[in-house]
Each structure stands twice: as structure tokens, then as C-alpha cells.
T-cell receptor, first 111, second 112 residues
């Protein structure tokens, strides 16, 4: 089983709609969680950190469910510019400074 | 302003010809990382430095070496590139445990 798993998609989303997807992690000692966005042939960019109580940044909402070991990302009022691959990233305390990346979920927002 | 800078953006080298990729940062972060990313795959960690402390991943080929002469700079040396080494190479930095990583624009390496 992979340490961090994501549905690769693509999620085809009408412009203006809401889309949500999850990421599961296998190590219960995971302690830090992030969502990164990666455009085609570009570098990953930090979208948001994920906090235990859940957090929101504009149209983006992240949730953490420690009991079921998953995090989620919800995008409201999708824009064409939201089309990208969203990478789930996890830090395990024992791994020190290393992060583990999921394979990414591809989102395509269409007019 | 770019905070993690990679040069060059595109690099073409010949099969077997050594190549060096560079990364610099203005964030004064302790930790610097090198990743390899191939199409439709997650970034794969090659190695990282915590200050001058080098940490190699177990499955990183010996063909890949790294140097960090000071806090700001880190280099990736590929001693004898093979066709399978064609990829995007990403440099990242962080301030330590539990912190997010900040990536440079990457260097796309092609092997002829």
C-alpha cells in the first residue's frame, strides 16, 4: 500500500461548480499535511497547509480526519484557472525533514 | 521575487556527459532538497541537506551526487547521464520539521 494515495482523476468540473477529493495516508504518526498545486510542466506550489480543525482560504477548504486517516480539499465556484494537478503531501515525524507526496489528482475545469 | 532559483531552466546533455544543475535560495532555510519528477508521477526525493548534513535516499543511484558549499547554494551532479535520467529536477527548501517546502522552477533535463 502506498503511503499517500490519491485518486488520479481527472475530475471534469463545470465552471462555477464545486469539486472535492480526498487523500488517504497510511502512517498514523503523520503530523503535517499540505496541499500543493502543480500546473503542467511547472513546479509544485504550496496551496495550503491543513490544520486539525480544518481551514479555509478563499474558495478552498481543507479538512483533516485523523480517525480515518484522510485529508480532503474542496474547491467552490471553480474557475478555469483551477485546472491543475493537486498533490497531497504528508510529513511523518519519524521522517524528519522529508515529505511524502501522493501521485496527485488532476482537475479539469471546463466552460 | 523568486526565492528558490534554479539554473538553467532547460539543460540538454549528451549520453554519458557529466552535467551539473544548480539551485540557490534567498530564504536562509536550513534544509535543501533535490527531487526528480517524470511525467505524470509524483516528485521523487533524491537527497536532502539539513545544513551540511547530507541525507541520501536508499534508492538514489550512485550516478547522482550533490554538494552544498554554503547555506544558499546546492548542486546536483549527474556523473554519467543515461536516457532514463531525462526528467524535471526540482530543488526545494524548508525551514525544518513540519514545515512546507518551497520549490524552484525546476530544470528540465534532456539527454541526447
Amino acid at each position: 500500500r502506498k503511503e499517500v494515495e490519491q485518486d488520479p482523476g481527472p475530475f471534469n468540473v463545470p465552471e462555477g461548480a464545486t469539486v472535492a477529493f480526498n487523500c488517504t495516508y497510511s502512517n498514523s504518526a503523520s503530523q503535517s499535511f499540505f496541499w500543493y498545486r502543480q500546473d503542467c510542466r511547472k513546479e509544485p506550489k504550496l496551496l495550503m497547509s491543513v490544520y486539525s480543525s480544518g481551514n479555509e482560504d478563499g474558495r478552498f477548504t481543507a479538512q483533516l480526519n485523523r480517525a480515518s486517516q484522510y485529508i480532503s480539499l474542496l474547491i467552490r465556484d471553480s474557475k478555469l484557472s483551477d485546472s491543475a494537478t493537486y498533490l497531497c503531501v504528508v510529513n511523518v515525524k519519524a521522517a524528519g525533514n522529508k515529505l511524502t507526496f501522493g501521485g496527485g489528482t488532476r482537475v479539469l475545469v471546463k466552460p | 521575487d523568486a526565492m528558490v532559483i534554479q539554473n538553467p531552466r532547460y539543460q540538454v546533455t549528451q549520453f554519458g556527459k557529466p552535467v551539473t544543475l544548480s539551485c540557490s535560495q534567498t530564504l536562509n532555510h536550513n534544509v535543501m532538497y533535490w527531487y526528480q519528477q517524470k511525467s505524470s508521477q509524483a516528485p521523487k526525493l533524491l537527497f536532502h541537506y539539513y545544513d551540511k548534513d547530507f541525507n541520501n535516499e536508499a534508492d538514489t543511484p550512485d550516478n547522482f551526487q550533490s554538494r552544498r558549499p554554503n547555506t544558499s547554494f546546492c548542486f546536483l551532479d549527474i556523473r554519467s547521464p543515461g536516457l532514463g535520467d531525462a526528467a524535471m529536477y526540482l530543488c526545494a527548501t524548508s525551514s525544518g520539521n513540519n514545515q512546507p517546502q518551497h520549490f524552484g522552477d525546476g530544470t528540465r533535463l534532456s539527454i541526447l
